[in-house]
């Protein structure tokens, strides 16, 4: 088991920068997969970035380019760097870790909100 914990949200305006944090109860160093996902409403979640087997990382098309997951697992902290940001990218933010296939522990989401 491990609890997550995300924190860094908030307003800010287009074009602008945030850094969200996600502080793990554990060691992450054995946790290939971790992400981020984001819902908006009126929307499914949808997974943003993920770290994958091998350290590899994975993008969701809408923010290549703009978002960079990072980890410091001398921390137990996965981060979300977000540049560039759009008002569409405004969600609830989770942060997530996969046990086996599936994405089994989840944060309780930070809101990220982008105004025009």
């Known amino acids: 088991q491990v609890q997550l914990v995300e924190s860094g949200g908030g307003l800010v305006q287009a074009g602008g920068s945030l850094r969200l944090s996600c502080a793990a109860s554990?060691?992450?160093?054995?946790?290939?997969?971790m992400g981020w996902y984001r819902q908006a409403p009126g929307k499914q979640r949808e997974l943003v970035a993920a770290?994958?087997?091998?350290?590899?990382?994975n993008y969701a098309n809408s923010v290549k380019g703009r978002f960079t997951i990072s980890r410091d697992n001398t921390k137990n902290t996965v981060y979300l760097q977000m540049n560039s940001l759009k008002p569409e990218d405004t969600a609830v933010y989770y942060c997530?870790?996969?046990?086996?296939?599936?994405?089994?522990?989840w944060g309780q989401g930070t809101q990220v909100t982008v105004s025009s």
């Open positions: 997530a870790a996969r046990d086996g296939l599936v994405w089994r522990y």
């Open positions: 554990r060691s992450i160093s054995s946790c290939n997969y």
């Open positions: 770290f994958v087997v091998g350290g590899s990382t």
